[in-house]
């Protein structure tokens, strides 16, 4: 069974098509780059994964299930059980770290003793285990980075969605930062799509890239 | 889904609230013992006194817009635009007339120079004026920070601060001036209690006598369909031209304006004191007037005596006003920020259209709806009036929460969705703890404007339901200036004094947090 199905989907904002009969197959496992210029449609593709627009045609699948089809989301995001990472990281600024780990928890309804057992276990993962009182705008950027993805991961989505989250860091950071990304989805055997504009990045992490070029693509 | 369903929910609210009152005077206007007629216009239209009546009202309005706009730009320029000490402070004292009812102006003014010697139209021309400076001061201080300040550095470079204003800063601001404008010709335009205190007949006091004083509802109602006519062409052409470009008003911050701000250098102390003069004229006499008049505990204790229960009404009033304010805005405010129903712009409009539409014709709609032998629990009690409230200020909350919004990114949102939460916990757990400086702006702004509400209040009020504006007008016919005053300084005190604690305990708050 694929883990993610894009299926002949179309987009378009007003009369500007971003996306024109484009699908995707990700096997379960992949780690798989989006790679392609500014405004090709990566974040396009990533939020249409994760159910926050519809296709105006076509349909799309997490783990053979169809979530959205033709201008309809038949899984609304919270129930995808996806993790993502975003571009801004969107951590939210008045929760502590720990808060921002918790919030996704609560909403299912996990014990508080377990919510704090998982929280402090994701943190270490990451290598944050002593942070977890502070707040986001009291961290680094390279720090900030991790919550982002520890919240991403604290809900053991099988499949984790990314979108240019290490563009921001230097070129030090990039590199030590995503090799630990590759060594925890090996470790965690989850699915990994990853958006990027940074060839290098992308050899770095991809088990398979695909290249785009203004709504498809150019070459696997 | 649940964020459709409560959108859907908010706005037949807020329809109830403000379209069923405005729907209900319509029809009352034309139906006449059970029959369509249009006898109530006739007789309104057909009279030369009504017509002479709406001529004194435009040219009323035009002049007070004329005249807070001249002022209030070039003000609006000194406060946000230049390195002018004290700025804060001279904002503040300037937007205090705003932030009470117009008609104690009126009576500091008279106070100090008698009625013999202020009355009919000029009177009413520096009272308003005065009162409504503040919006187009405001509105040029917040148009001046959308600004990218880039452009104006851009054009520095080729010309001094005089051409930079004339070509780049002004022509960008004109949104907000013309805004600025038509704001304070709508509000003068409805405005009743000034130009009656102050005799000069306008119409807005003609719909208010036919109701209050000869009881003839049907001819109110005829003679408040201009009224709201008027309003509603006004607004018209404001959106026509002028929409899309107030839409959403994003501030750039603090630190990046204050690198183009113009320096005053010498003459700075010349700025500082044309400043000083024009508070010291417009707003600090008027309070130390009536400071004054009302000497000693006496008049005090005698106020309270007599309108104590009013003030704590108006406070309570006011309170429950500002709070359902506060929560109609936030939603109202999140439905236009996502454009969440197709509709949102319709929904932007119509509050905005309440909000300019004189407050007679929405005491008028709310009485011509609610009295009836059902719905005596809202037409007998306070929630009359605390409906009135949200008619009439619900655009001040959804505004101040759709700038609030802007400045919010969607992925907030988002990622608390991919978290695993509906939207019921994100509204409460994400988006409002990120809103709740707009949210605390809202309440306060809100709180200020129930409990300065003269107009609605006057005419829907209950009996034994009188808020202290209300009290205070009846008392001025015959009180002594002595407790006029004091009454006076009593309102602007319960007006003030809440909002100013809230505004500044939390700053403290977080000032103390700072290590
Ligand atoms: N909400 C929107 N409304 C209108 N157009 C949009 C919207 N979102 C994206 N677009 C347009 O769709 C195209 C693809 O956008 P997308 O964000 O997917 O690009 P991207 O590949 O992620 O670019 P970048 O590398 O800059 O992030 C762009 O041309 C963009 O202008
Ligand atoms: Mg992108």
Redesign the pocket.
Known sequence: MKSIELDSVSKA??N?T?LLDFSLDIEPGERVVLL??????????L?LVAGF?KPDSGSVSLDGQVVSRDKRILVPPQHRKLGMVF?DLALWPHLSVRGNLEFGLRAKGISKNEREAKTQKTLELVGMGGYGHRKPDELSGGQQQRVALARALVLEPKVLLM??PLSSLDLELNRRLRKELVRLQEKLEITLLY?T?DREEASHIATRTIS?EK?RISSN | MQKRTISYMVVAVFLLIGLAPVLSMLINSIVAEGRFSLGAYSSVLTSARQWNLMAHSAVLSLLVSTFATCLGVPLGLLLGKTDLPFKKTLTALFVIPLLIPPYIIAVAWVDFLGIQHLKGLWACVLVLSSAFLPIPMLLTMIFLRTINPRLEEAARLVSGWAGVLKTITLPLILPGILLGGIVVFLLTFGEFGVPNFLRYDVFAVESFTQFSAFYNFKAATASSVPLALVTLLVLLVEARFLRERTYQIRPTPDSIQSSTSIRLGKEKHFWLGMASLLAMALVIVPLLVLLLRSEGLNSYTQALERAGHSMVRSVTYAFWGATLLTIMGFFLGYIIHTKALAFWRSVDSFTIFLFALPATVIGIGLISLWNTPWTNFVYGTAAIIILGYLAKYTALTSRIMVTQFAQVPASMEEAAHISGAGWARTMFFIVAPLAKRGLLAGWIVAYIFSIRDTGISMLVYPPGHETLPVRIFTLMANGSEQLIAALCVLMIAATLVPAAILWSVPRLLAKRKVP
Do not use: A, L, N
């Open positions: 904002y007003g500007e971003v392609g210029p500014s405004g090709c449609g990566k974040t396009t593709i939020r627009i571009q979108d240019e958006v504009h785009m709504g």
